[in-house]
Structures are given as structure tokens and as C-alpha cells.
């Protein structure tokens, strides 16, 4: 997260701030926004912070993606928790490191996903020891997409999307939710030994190939992605 987004957001007003918007896209999109940012329900400023493109304008899209990020539910996990984030079920999950792909194969799935594998992997995810895998998984499965931020230093995201790479420095504008819920809002970054943990739940309806991204600026546009292939 560079520095020169410090600052902008100190008091939460910027959610409100008709006037400001120098073309007619970002009209009207601002109203009722404030309901979205219910106090309490978790440190909103990495997602505050991600949708800042310098005059506060948001489109539709990301008015729609915003309501489903705050439907992904947050908590504080440990470490033994997050051992089994780790621990690959005994059935339903093909893992294949020559491919680098993590296949699911029941109707009801729990994708769990790590932000970030390590320290030398900054911008990538992990899944069940591979990095930015593609996940295949079957088309209508219930996927409950678990996400932890084990980073101690930024916040992160994910969201399930059509748009295919490259993506640009704020992926909000561009890509597109895929599925109904398909996302978790900004994770904060880790306090000493307790992770914060987003989840939320989608139906993959329709087969295709699709991406998960981090929707934290600058972090897919760095390789933070990788494939989801329905099937
Ligand atoms: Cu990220």
C-alpha cells in the first residue's frame, strides 16, 4: 500500500462526497452508501482505501461489489485454526503440483485460501501448499470461499471474476463479480499470532473459466491471481 493513499481517509466522509465527481458516470452512485459502512463491523479502511481513485467516484459495479463484500463474514482465527488451512481434506481434493492445480469434486466445496503463502511471495495466494493455483472445480457447486490474511504488513482481498489478467493497478474498475457472493471484503493485516479471516459463500452456477483476484489496489496488477476453471 504506497503512502500517497494516507491521509485520504482519516474521518469516513469520503463516502458522501456528492459534488466531487468531474463526469456524469459516477451520478447518484454515492447515495445510500453510508449504510454499507456500519460501524463495528470490522476495520472498513482497506476497502475504503481500494476504491479511492483520487476524486472518490465509484461506478455501479463497485457499488454492487461492495454490498456483497460486506456480506462476507469476518473473524479472528489462531494458529491452530489456521492449520487447517493447511490440511487437505482426505477426500474431494485432487492436488496436482505438476499443473498447479487444486481440483474439487463434490457439490459442496470450502475453498480455503491464504494471503500470502510467504514472504518472498508478497502478491500471490496460497492453496493447500500451491501458489496462485487454478482451481477446478464442478459447475453448481456451493463453494464456501475461506480467506486468511497471514501478511503482516498489508491488507488483502479476493474476488471471483471473468475478466481475464492483465489487470490494472485498481481491479474494482475493470473486473467484474462473477458469482452472487463470490468475494470477501479487505482483510486487515495480522496482529501478532491471530489472523483475521474472511469468508463468504457462492453457487458456482455456470461452467466457464474464471479468475480470483486480491481487489487491494496494485496487488492483482503484481500477480496476485490465479485461475478458477467451472466445470
Ligand atoms: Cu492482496
Known sequence: MGNKQKGM???GTMMQGQGSMNSGQGKGMMQGSGSMMKPGQGNMSGMMRMMQNGNGMMNKDMMQMMRMMQNSKVSIIGKSQLKTF???PK???VINKKTNT???TKDNIVI???ATPSEDKMFAFGVYGLVNPTIIIKAGATVKLLLVNKDNDMYHAVMITKTPPPYKNMPMMSA???FQNACIRPLNKSPNGKYYEGENEFRASTPGTYYYLCQVQDHASKGMYGKLIVK
Do not use: L, R, T, W
Request: cysteine-free; charged content about 15%.
Open 86 to 88: 493447511y490440511s487437505v
Open 9 to 11: 481517509m482519516n474521518n
Open 102 to 104: 487444486v481440483e474439487f
Open 176 to 178: 467484474k463479480i462473477a
Open 112 to 114: 480455503p485460501i491464504i
Open 91 to 93: 477426500e474431494g481434493v
